[in-house]
């Protein structure tokens, strides 16, 4: 059992940054895969990126890549999402996600646990 929370998100003008931070309850963090995904109103939900285990591989989605980077800190059960040269069509609600087996990164129906959302918007 996981819980998931996000924070960090805000409202930022394009071409501005934002860092979203995911704390995850539990002893077994390094367990699981971790991803991002977003959701904008009328939109599927859409893969952002994801990170191994040990960190040591990332996976972004194609409209992202280059601008945002995923980490994560095992020893503080945290993952984030530091988002760059911020776009208005990056506005979204943005979820958090773990999952122990996921293959292929980018399906959201291979994660197990899911947070409850912070909002990101960018102002043209």
């Known amino acids: 059992q996981v819980q998931l929370v996000e924070s960090g998100g805000g409202l930022v003008q394009a071409g501005g940054s934002l860092r979203l931070s995911c704390a995850a309850s539990?002893?077994?963090?390094?367990?699981?895969?971790m991803g991002w995904f977003r959701q904008a109103p009328g939109k599927e939900r859409e893969f952002v990126a994801a990170?191994?285990?040990?960190?040591?591989?990332?996976y972004y989605g194609h409209s992202v890549k280059g601008r945002f980077t995923i980490s994560r800190d095992n020893a503080k059960n945290t993952v984030y999402l530091q988002m760059t040269s911020l776009k208005p069509e990056d506005t979204a609600v943005y979820y958090c996600?773990?999952?122990?087996?996921?293959?292929?990164?980018?399906?959201?129906?291979?994660?197990?646990?899911w947070g409850q959302g912070t909002q990101v918007t960018v102002s043209s």
């Open positions: 996600a773990a999952g122990r087996s996921v293959v292929p990164v980018f399906n959201p129906r291979l994660y197990d646990y």
């Open positions: 539990g002893r077994t963090f390094s367990n699981y895969v």
């Open positions: 990170i191994s285990r040990s960190g040591s591989n990332t």
